[in-house]
């Protein structure tokens, strides 16, 4: 595709442009199976497998980083949900001791994750941390509808479900990650996940204990980056467990819900508590949600030629 708008916004140390705003792959349309029949995690609807068309379209190849997401802030002031709560969660593991003396409420099912008063995509661990040195990495704390904001601001939109897990396995049937089976090919780290004891102990063996840059570690087969681990990524469909065999075109979700449906896992994924580094895995959350590890990347349509 022709770049247009294309914008170095973070160029590295050799003035390679490793974040630019205009970034996408066009994914040509096809069939797929979506979902499996042999589920990770039963309970969050993963199957069956089922016959999938998908009409071509264009995703971004890498998670938005924090550097886009400053400039959609700075030309639209967007504040985000967590700055107007005034609060968003971040797992424990990254806050330092003072922060964490000063909060009492939990989440009781899941106890390393902590409400952290001024948390936020700029301070991502509170208010005495910043992004200064992680312009690169994805954005986080960023709720559903701040998501939808960015990406509607930045001419395009969120994948949907099916649009997303089409673009995860980047042309291979039926395989657990993006790039085939293996969890370490030939003994390297395909992605940003939990390595150790969790939630105790990150020995970080992929490189980093949390947010990697959004384009660490190889392209899947799309040229698409960290589509499992790294951060959780938003998608457009409202959440349900409840699938058929039914071939379906398309696919966009229920109409309505409760929960948005959220892909790919995150840094701290583990499989003795969270096997969800894989294309057919799938979570959720209410659309006002922000978490220290849940970020999002957009789509977009491909115009008829009439349009463009
Ligand atoms: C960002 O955080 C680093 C490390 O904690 C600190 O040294 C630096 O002064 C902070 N920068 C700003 C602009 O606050
Ligand atoms: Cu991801």
């Known amino acids: ?99 964490k003396s000063t909060i009492t409420q939990a989440v009781a099912a899941a106890p390393w994750w902590l409400p952290v008063k001024g948390a936020s995509w700029k301070h991502p661990e509170g208010p005495d941390s910043n992004i200064t040195k992680r312009m690169d990495h994805p954005v986080v ?17 969120l994948p949907t479900e099916a649009e997303w897990e089409y673009a995860c396995r980047g042309g291979l049937e039926n395989r657990i990650f993006p790039w085939g089976n293996k969890l370490q090919p030939k003994g390297q780290h395909y992605m940003n996940i939990w390595q150790g004891d969790f939630p105790h102990h990150n020995t970080a063996d992929d490189g980093y204990a949390s947010t990697a840059p959004v384009t660490a570690f190889p392209a899947n087969g799309y040229g ?60 959720q959350n209410t659309p006002d949600s922000s978490a220290s590890n849940l970020g999002f990347r957009c789509a977009a349509d491909v115009l008829p030629d009439y349009l463009r």
């Open 141 to 157: 704390h960023v709720s559903w509808q701040n998501a939808v904001a960015y990406c509607t601001w930045a001419g395009k939109r």
């Open 224 to 283: 698409l980056f960290n589509m499992v681990g790294n951060a959780w990524e938003w998608t457009s469909d409202w959440w349900t467990v409840h699938h058929t065999t039914d071939e379906l075109e398309n696919p966009i979700g229920p109409p309505s819900g409760t929960d948005k449906v959220k892909k790919g896992g995150s840094y701290m994924c583990h499989k003795s508590y969270c096997y969800r580094y894989r294309c057919a895995a799938r979570s």
């Open 1 to 99: 595709m022709i770049d247009h708008h294309y914008q170095c916004i973070v160029p590295d140390h050799h003035y390679q442009c490793i974040v630019s705003l205009f970034k996408m792959v066009l994914i040509t349309g096809g069939v797929f199976t979506m979902g499996t029949d042999d589920p990770g995690i039963s309970q969050d609807g993963e199957g069956p497998a089922r016959k999938t068309h998908i009409k071509q379209f264009y995703m971004d190849t890498y998670e938005v980083a924090n550097a886009e997401f400053e400039r959609f802030v700075r030309a639209t002031s967007h504040s985000t949900e967590a700055e107007i709560f005034g609060d968003s969660f971040v797992f424990e593991g990254l806050l330092s001791d003072k922060v």
